[in-house]
């Protein structure tokens, strides 16, 4: 029996899912707020959904998938997902995810994905709404509560944690080789080469198809790569060593420059 039971967990979860999906279409609120748990290594399947949403990692590691690129939510951060597009996610680890879902008439902003940075206030209101969600509350306290996160949300501050992915089926093969095994000394030569073309060329391609330049994309998904490890546990300096740093404080300084701080307090000081 217990067998059967952990077999049908995966369609449980899905069925669960889908509940939501059904209760967010048919509201009339303008803003809503949703508190799950989920464990390391779920798949939320694709969908899409009518109102913006704004996925906040309370705590762990988020992956998400859409069809320009996947993106990764770190603690303390949250990805702003417009209305309209599929996705879908993976949790890198235990999560604790608030999620807030914004009709269209209230909002605005969000064309494409965005990383965003929580700040203490924002956090604050999405709990506040996480919370009274499930308990009787003062209907204009409410409304003031929600008035308040839709003026703070456009302020909030982007973070790079984005990673564009090309549709040219070897250059995508490239990329995904990439993630598996960073490097920060990797070139664009080296990459033209296996691809056979010049590296002017290559060059060009790749920024047609990714919309940004090789080195950009090389520095932001070494920081993508390294944030599952880093919020295991594993030790910096081995983080920073395989990702083809000559030293961490090379590896230090570029991670403070994407994410504002230093990779020894990022995850500590974001889940607390």
Same mark, same amino acid.
């Given at each position: 029996?217990?067998?059967?039971?952990?077999?049908?967990?995966?369609?449980?979860?899905?069925?669960?899912?889908?509940?939501?999906?059904?209760?967010?279409?048919?509201?009339?609120?303008?803003?809503?707020?949703? $508190?799950?748990?989920?464990?390391? =290594?779920?798949?939320?399947?694709?969908?899409?959904?009518?109102?913006?949403?704004?996925?906040?990692?309370?705590?762990?590691?988020?992956?998400?998938?859409?069809? $320009?690129?996947?993106?990764?939510?770190?603690?303390?951060? %949250?990805?702003?997902?417009?209305? $309209?597009?599929? @996705?879908?996610?993976?949790?890198?680890?235990?999560?604790?995810? @608030?999620?807030?879902?914004? *009709? !269209?008439?209230?909002?605005?902003?969000?064309?494409? !994905?965005?990383?965003?940075?929580?700040?203490?206030?924002? $956090?604050?209101?999405?709990?506040?709404?996480?919370?009274?969600?499930?308990?009787?509350?003062?209907?204009?306290?409410? @409304?003031? /509560?929600?008035?308040?996160?839709?003026?703070? /949300?456009?302020? &909030?501050?982007?973070?790079? &944690?984005?990673? !564009? #992915?090309?549709?040219?089926?070897?250059? %995508?093969?490239?990329?995904?080789? #990439?993630?598996? %095994?960073?490097? *920060?000394?990797?070139?664009? +030569? +080296?990459?033209?080469?296996?691809?056979?073309?010049?590296?002017?060329? #290559?060059?060009?391609? #790749?920024?047609?198809?990714?919309?940004?330049?090789? =080195?950009?994309?090389?520095?932001?998904?070494?920081?993508?790569?390294?944030?599952?490890?880093?919020?295991?546990?594993?030790?910096?300096?081995?983080?920073?060593? +395989? %990702?083809?740093?000559?030293?961490?404080?090379?590896?230090?300084?570029?991670?403070?420059?994407?994410?504002?701080?230093?990779?020894?307090?990022?995850?500590?000081?974001?889940?607390?």
């Amino acid at each position: 029996m217990a067998k059967s039971n952990r077999n049908n967990l995966p369609n449980l979860l899905d069925a669960d899912h889908f509940r939501s999906l059904e209760w967010i279409e048919k509201a009339n609120a303008p803003v809503l707020a949703i $508190g799950k748990d989920y464990g390391s =290594g779920l798949i939320v399947p694709l969908h899409s959904h009518s109102r913006t949403q704004l996925w906040w990692a309370r705590s762990g590691v988020v992956l998400v998938y859409t069809p $320009g690129g996947r993106w990764m939510i770190p603690p303390g951060h %949250a990805l702003l997902i417009p209305a $309209g597009m599929e @996705h879908s996610a993976e949790m890198v680890s235990d999560v604790r995810m @608030h999620s807030i879902y914004i *009709a !269209p008439v209230v909002e605005n902003r969000a064309q494409r !994905p965005l990383v965003l940075e929580i700040s203490p206030l924002v $956090g604050s209101l999405i709990d506040e709404l996480v919370r009274v969600e499930n308990e009787v509350s003062s209907e204009r306290r409410e @409304h003031l /509560i929600k008035d308040l996160l839709l003026e703070e /949300i456009p302020r &909030l501050a982007e973070r790079p &944690l984005g990673l !564009p #992915f090309p549709r040219d089926r070897r250059l %995508a093969t490239l990329c995904r080789q #990439f993630l598996e %095994a960073p490097s *920060a000394s990797a070139n664009i +030569d +080296d990459w033209a080469a296996r691809m056979g073309i010049s590296r002017r060329s #290559f060059t060009r391609l #790749f920024r047609q198809e990714t919309g940004v330049s090789f =080195g950009t994309w090389r520095q932001q998904a070494c920081i993508f790569a390294s944030l599952p490890r880093i919020a295991d546990g594993e030790p910096i300096t081995t983080v920073a060593l +395989d %990702a083809g740093y000559d030293n961490v404080a090379a590896f230090t300084t570029m991670f403070r420059r994407m994410l504002g701080a230093p990779p020894s307090l990022y995850l500590g000081s974001r889940q607390a």
